[in-house]
């Protein structure tokens, strides 16, 4: 049994500037750890921003064209058209340089969710919506565009719909409901339809909410 124990196995890697460490005691029945080179330990870098498009990629969209949005976390939105690459910030018109989601629709509007409120480029140039277009905030945390082609933006203070070329915000109360309560201020951050034509709301607070084409309405247990 000594002879195992006096057998000592060490596995390991190293470069070429370090040796193999002794064990922490050199007592015959002691067994040691080693952790690995110190060129191993040394703390994980992101790559050099010269050789990435964004250190934060969050969307990506190849629109009717074959030209390809990429939605950075700072660097605005990024345009591959298949040779080059082109980038399109505050300075060039985009709402915000935080860009979340990026979609397009049946006219070939291409609609970016950005933390300065709603871009939409299209032949004519760019245009923002904000909350003086009627959205309940400018930070956007997603867009949806449902079967009829209405454009839903989720936002950090609430829900609203894009119709008649305008922004309208849905007012959410929470369930169950008392006479007097307010609409409540909450982060939709996920939007889904389903089969039946029905929207599905995922927010920050307030769990889940459903809209029928009529009633939006806050989703609770049953007898609750």
Same mark, same amino acid.
């Given at each position: ?9 060490? =596995? ?21 750890? &080693?952790? *690995? ?47 080059? %690459?082109? %980038? ?22 291409? &609609? ?16 923002? %919506? ?42 959410? %109360? ?22 039946? *034509?029905?929207?599905?709301? *995922?927010?920050?607070?307030?769990? =889940? ?16």
């Amino acid at each position: 049994m000594n002879s195992i124990l006096n057998s000592l196995i060490w =596995l390991f890697l190293i470069n070429d500037q370090q040796e193999l460490p002794p064990p922490a005691d050199p007592s015959p029945t002691s067994i040691g750890v &080693w952790t *690995g080179p110190d060129f191993m330990k040394k703390e994980h870098k992101v790559g050099p921003d010269e050789f990435q498009i964004s250190q934060s990629v969050q969307y990506v969209l190849q629109d009717n064209t074959g030209t390809v949005w990429i939605a950075t976390g700072k660097d605005g939105v990024c345009v591959f058209d298949g040779t080059d %690459y082109t %980038y399109f910030t505050t300075y060039e018109g985009l709402a915000g340089n935080a860009v979340r989601t990026i979609l397009q629709d049946s006219q070939g509007n291409v &609609w970016m969710a950005t933390n300065g409120g709603i871009s939409r480029k299209n032949k004519q140039g760019w245009t923002t %919506y904000t909350t003086a277009n009627g959205l309940p905030d400018n930070e956007i945390l997603t867009l949806y565009l449902d079967k009829k082609g209405v454009l839903w933006a989720g936002t950090r203070k609430g829900l609203a719909k894009f119709e008649n070329d305008a922004f309208s915000t849905l007012p959410m %109360y929470r369930s169950p409901r008392n006479g007097n309560d307010k609409p409540v201020s909450t982060p939709v951050q996920f939007i889904y339809e389903d089969n039946a *034509g029905q929207l599905w709301f *995922g927010t920050t607070g307030y769990g =889940l909410f459903k809209f029928d084409g009529k009633t939006l309405e806050n989703v609770i247990k049953p007898g609750c």
